[in-house]
């Protein structure tokens, strides 16, 4: 089992790619304080893998400052195949009163 709590960005794609390369873990219990990135991360956590991993914010997917002078983002070598999680519960909590701000917390199994 292991327990994420990611900033508000969501998981790192490196952090991504282990979660799913390691065979041993069945459970995983993801809090999260912002539901979309929790929605993309849950996505790729349950999913098929793509070679092609999405790279974060709008910006730095164009490159940022127009797609000038940068470098492409790096391209990860293809994965050895995965069972996918499935989420099983997902609860959110109410911790700050008076604001649209959640803390959720979902449990993923896999077989």
């Known amino acids: ?12 794609r490196n952090v991504l790619r282990a979660l799913l390369a390691c065979k041993e873990l069945k459970r995983l219990v993801f809090v999260s304080c912002n539901p979309d990135s929790l929605v993309l991360n849950a996505g790729i956590l349950c999913g098929r893998y793509l070679r092609d991993w999405p790279v974060g914010t709008r910006n730095e ?3 940022g ?4 002078n940068k470098p492409p983002p790096e391209q990860l070598p293809p ?23 959640v803390e959720i ?7």
Do not use: C, I, S, W
């Not at 917390?105 to 077989?111: D, F, I, K, P, T």
């Open 1 to 12: 089992m292991a327990v994420v709590d990611p900033p508000r960005a969501g998981l790192h």
């Open 79 to 101: 994965m050895e195949p995965y069972n996918p999680f499935k989420p099983t519960q997902v609860l959110a909590f109410d911790l700050f009163p008076h604001t649209k701000h």
């Open 65 to 68: 400052r127009g797609g000038r």
């Open 105 to 111: 917390v979902m449990l993923l199994e896999r077989e």
């Open 61 to 63: 997917r164009a490159g």
